[in-house]
């Protein structure tokens, strides 16, 4: 691959979202994991992330809600527990997405990754069994992308400029190709959700505001034209997340009919937590959210 073609197309056409999806994800996920240490998956949609998740321990009850048996469950790399954290964040806006994965995709991410509706993917490689599953998606046109690993740190060193042409006006500005340094903000390696509650909002729209727990990203308010909006927004995102994962909730997904589609269920969820939202909130207990916002907070309504 020539510096000029940072992407390798293993499958598919590309179409235009896809490519600025494709190039949001790769730069996103390589960040979070070089400055962690350890894997990660991002699903983003329409140039935002609809989730991201790092490797790092899963949830029984997300296991459940997402619908993981027990023999899948045995079998999990840190590969497939970053993309079910990514994808098991807002499923409803993940539906038709694109995957980044920051390592090497594998077998079982790969299966996992087969269940679900999206445009494709991009990774750094993918073991021989993982591409063949992949490109067997979508009729044989599932995209998949592997790009150049000097692609990232190339941005990084040399930065680049962007532009945009608006009724015959081109506007250029120099990227922000600042490097988040845990230690210089006194984070501890293991404080994961402070570092992907910061460095998800380079990669977002503005203003954004996001909300993480447990190396995940629970809700992201982004592209909203005041920073109250992005509050509320991850907010009851986030909100959604925590009712998916409650019990009764949870009962509620196993008693529904294998016939229906795995998005049909994704629906019914959440259709369940909006007739029972009041009763569900109530039993919620006290979880350690981390909130990070691309700008101040000027005002104290947020």
Known sequence: MSDDNPFKILNGNLGYINILDA?????????????????????YKHTS???????TNISEDSLDIFGVNEEIRETLTECSIAFIKSRNCDPLSSFGDFICCSS????????????????????????PEALEILKSKKNGKFIILQPDLNYFDLMLVNGWTESKS??????????NNFNFNPTEVNLQKDDYDAAIAYIILKYSQSNNVSMVYNGQLLGLGCGQQNRVGCVKLAGDKSLVWRLRHHEDVIHYYKTLDASYKRQEK??????????????????????????????????PDN
Request: with cysteine.
């Open 166 to 175: 608006i009724y015959g006006i081109t506007l250029t500005q120099p990227s």
């Open 104 to 127: 090497k995709v594998d077998k079982v991410t790969a299966n996992l990754i087969k269940r679900e509706v999206c445009d494709g993917i991009a990774a750094p490689d993918f073991d």
């Open 266 to 299: 994704v629906n019914l969820v959440y259709e369940y937590i909006e007739l029972n939202k009041s009763k569900l909130v109530k039993s919620l207990k006290e979880i350690p959210i981390t909130l990070g916002s691309d700008g101040f907070f000027p005002f």
């Open 49 to 55: 992330p609809a989730g991201l998740g790092i490797g």
């Open 23 to 43: 190039i949001y994800s790769w730069q996103l996920v390589q960040e979070l994991s070089q400055c962690l240490e350890i894997e990660c998956a991002a699903s």
